[in-house]
């Protein structure tokens, strides 16, 4: 595989990886009193909320109280990223 197929390889691996890491800090942000003024914090909600959405209304909550909607999203982006992943190789190969 050349160089900079390579390259794009990595960086969309990475694109999901970091999207990944966005839902889990928001989860982990979540637990504490998080300032609403952090710039990281509005970039981190404003990506996340749209998946997060859509789990959250199709699923609601655990027992009331539990919101499994993060744990879910996890699990698809990361399909996501093994079939997408999975396809670039295909094409680039």
């Given amino acids: 595989m050349d160089s900079i197929y390579l390259f794009l390889y990595s960086l969309v691996g990475w694109a999901f990886r970091i999207y990944?890491?966005?839902?889990?800090?928001?989860?982990?942000?979540s637990w504490f009193a998080a300032r609403s003024d952090s710039r990281l914090l509005a970039v981190i909600y404003k990506t996340t909320e749209p998946l997060l959405r859509i789990f959250r209304g199709r699923f609601?909550?655990?027992?009331g109280k539990i919101d499994l909607s993060p744990v879910i999203a996890v699990a698809?982006?990361?399909l996501a990223?093994?079939?997408v992943l999975f396809f670039l190789w295909i094409l680039l190969g």
């Fill in 76 to 78: 698809v982006v990361n």
């Fill in 81 to 83: 990223r093994r079939l």
């Fill in 60 to 63: 609601g909550r655990f027992g």
């Fill in 20 to 29: 990944q890491i966005f839902i889990l800090a928001r989860c982990v942000m």
